[in-house]
C-alpha cells in the first residue's frame, strides 16, 4: 500500500492528528473522518486547502480498506468494487467458448451492414 503524507494535515492541525491516531482502527475514527468531509456546523467555515481535504479522503480510504465493517454504506465509498466483479463475470461466461470472441463483432458487423442497406432502400 502507498504511504499517505500526513505531515502537512497534522501540523495545521495538531488536534486531529491526536483525534485520528488514538481513534484508529474503530467506528469512532470512520465517523471523524466523515465529519471532516461534510459541514456538519451551522457557522461559516473555510473549509480545509485542496491538499489537506485530498489527505483526508486518502485516510479514509485507506481506514475502510482495512476495516470494512466499519463501512455502512461500501456500494457508495466504493463504487468500482462491484463493477470490477461484474467484469471479471463477463469475462470468466465469455470463455467458455473462444470462438465467441470472433462471431459476436462478425454478428454486429452484418446487423450494421443490413440497418445501412435497409436505410439506403427506404430513405
Aim: aromatic share 12%; glycine share 4%; hydrophobic share 40%.
Amino acid at each position: 500500500m502507498q504511504t499517505i503524507d500526513t505531515a502537512g494535515l497534522f501540523s495545521r492541525y495538531p488536534h486531529l492528528a491526536k483525534k485520528i491516531s488514538m481513534t484508529w482502527g474503530t467506528q469512532e475514527c470512520r465517523e471523524i473522518l466523515v465529519s471532516l468531509m461534510s459541514d456538519s456546523r451551522s457557522s461559516v467555515r473555510t473549509g480545509f486547502s485542496h491538499e489537506d481535504a485530498k489527505t483526508i479522503f486518502m485516510l479514509l480510504d485507506r481506514h475502510d480498506a482495512l476495516y470494512p465493517q466499519f463501512d455502512k454504506e461500501p456500494e457508495i465509498a466504493a463504487p468500482a468494487r462491484p463493477a470490477v466483479a461484474a467484469r471479471q463475470a463477463m469475462t470468466k461466461q465469455s470463455e467458455g467458448n473462444g470462438l465467441m470472441r470472433y462471431i459476436y463483432p462478425f454478428l454486429a458487423l452484418i446487423g450494421f451492414a443490413a440497418t445501412f442497406k435497409a436505410y439506403k432502400i427506404f430513405f
